[in-house]
């Protein structure tokens, strides 16, 4: 006999904040948002604030268009390799010369070689 299991439900208000925040990274408002990826932006504001749970279409199109990981919803616990941080960074570096990627990996040089000897004392 089969016995169907509640399945567990997904908190997306943690995911409505930091699309949130992403939008504010990249200098879009709601509605420039919501014409990019083809919603109103009175849905945006229901994920962004209530937790509201976007259909997977619009997670996608979310995701994508802010350069957002994923990983740190579905898998909270787990250690992230890539954050939505290091992501919208590394949209960033793809438009930058090599002479500025240059001083970009000097300057991420230094602050590594600080922070180690910062950690050591």
């Given at each position: ?13 943690p ?9 504010e ?12 990826i ?8 229901s994920?962004?604030s209530?937790?509201q ?10 995701v994508?268009?802010?350069?957002m ?5 579905f ?13 919208q ?7 930058i ?5 240059r ?5 991420a ?13």
């Amino acid at each position: 006999m089969f016995v169907k299991q509640q399945a567990e439900r997904i908190n997306f208000k943690p995911f409505g904040q930091a699309i949130k925040s992403a939008g504010e990274k990249k200098g879009l408002t709601r509605k420039e948002l919501a014409a990019q990826i083809r919603i109103s932006p009175r849905y945006i504001a229901s994920i962004e604030s209530s937790g509201q749970t976007p259909s997977l279409q619009v997670f996608y199109r979310l995701v994508t268009c802010l350069d957002m990981s994923v990983d740190q919803f579905f898998f909270p616990e787990k250690v992230i390799a890539k954050t939505t941080q290091r992501r919208q960074l590394d949209t960033l570096l793809d438009n930058i010369s090599e002479n500025g990627l240059r001083i970009i990996t000097a300057v991420a040089k230094e602050i590594a070689d600080t922070e180690q000897k910062n950690s050591l004392k």
